[in-house]
């Protein structure tokens, strides 16, 4: 067996798995809204590649086709599962995937970012994606450690992006030290490099500061980043340290990064008056395109744009995504690719 290797999420992908919003979830009193824009995620993946979509049951199932074949979408690219879940924040609890020379799916364990929500049916989903045989892997390694995928950004060539408010945190391992964490992370992913981003954060993000809410890779040399320029807003501060931090990191070769920064979107307030996580940062790249969360804000063009200088030659898609983090999520935690060869 070849040693382990993350892809980075830019390489060739079989398909993006989406798990559709239900009544059991917290998302009971919001449907209409949030599968409208499950539609337009849909759509957009499926002319690229696959789409593989978890369903609550039967009837859940029969109710998305319905909703699908209203909505015109070419069936040909999706790919169902039934399996219950608690919640539809697929990043977090989805399948970590090696590369396809390493046939291997690593499921980690999901504890409700730390236990502040039930997971008690997501932490099963990849099992039974494995014995159905729906993701195509000859072995699946559990593992006891905590680790949800919106926590960690691999550039393909050994090196890790992370935070140390998440993965750090006492409500995620308690009986692993920094040092524990590192060797495991290592050893399971094939990482020779992590970068520990001790800044930053995004209110109303229940993760603990994930980095896909923050920092991205956009190829091996480069990071893009959220930029707070308003001195009077609660995130400046944070985010110049941040942004200093960045700066000191270097690459898989030893060489800074170069970094480009996104613009903080105006501030989006729920109905309960909290401050809602929208980020730019939380796009997603698939074959040949890139989905971005926008948000009804004047800096979303430049967001855009931002994005098409990192990733020439893809198309880039604007979903307006407003519902969906009124859940404390965003465009890439409703997601999670599979990378070649596993569908």
């Given amino acids: 067996m070849p040693n382990p290797r993350l892809p980075a999420e830019w390489e060739t992908q079989s398909g993006v798995m989406i798990t ?7 998302w009971v009193n919001n449907l209409e809204k949030i599968e409208t824009i499950y539609l337009q995620l849909v759509e957009a ?3 690229f ?3 593989l979509i978890i369903a609550y049951d039967e009837p859940h199932q029969n109710h998305i086709n319905e909703r699908l074949q209203k ?3 070419n069936s040909s690219n999706i790919i169902f599962s039934i399996v219950q879940t608690n919640d539809t924040w697929t990043r977090d609890y989805g399948p970590i995937t090696l590369d396809k ?5 690593l499921d980690f364990r999901f504890n409700g970012w730390g236990n502040k929500f039930d997971a008690s049916l997501d932490t099963q989903v990849n099992q039974q994606l494995h014995e159905t045989g729906v993701i195509k892997a000859e072995n699946i390694i559990t593992a006891e450690f905590v680790l949800e995928g919106g926590s960690i950004e691999s550039d393909g060539k050994g090196t890790l992006l992370t935070t140390s408010s998440c993965l750090l945190a006492e409500t995620r391992n ?5 040092d524990n964490i590192t060797d495991i992370i290592q050893n399971t992913l094939g990482i020779s490099k992590i970068l520990w981003l001790d800044n930053g954060y995004l209110s109303g993000d229940d993760t603990d500061s994930h980095i896909d809410m923050l920092a991205r890779f956009t190829d091996p040399e480069t990071i893009v980043y959220v930029k707070c320029t308003d001195e009077n807003d609660e995130h400046f501060e944070s985010n110049i340290k941040m942004e200093a931090q960045l700066k000191t990191f270097l690459n898989w070769e030893d060489k800074p990064y170069k970094l480009k920064s996104l613009p903080f979107p105006a501030a989006v307030f729920g109905e309960d008056g909290r401050r809602l996580p929208a980020s730019y940062a939380n796009f997603l790249i698939i074959n040949d395109a ?3 969360p926008i948000y009804n804000d004047k800096q979303d063009q430049q967001a855009m744009d931002t994005i098409a200088e990192c990733f020439p030659g893809r198309e880039i898609i604007g979903i307006m995504f407003n519902a969906a983090i009124e859940q404390n999520g965003s465009l890439h935690c409703l997601t999670m690719q599979i990378p070649d060869g596993y569908l």
């Fill in 101 to 105: 020379h390493n046939n291997r799916i």
């Fill in 174 to 178: 308690t009986l692993y030290s920094k």
């Fill in 45 to 47: 993946i499926t002319r």
């Fill in 71 to 73: 909505a015109s979408i």
């Fill in 20 to 26: 559709w919003p239900h009544k059991h979830s917290d």
């Fill in 290 to 292: 890139v989905l971005v």
């Fill in 49 to 51: 590649e696959k789409t």
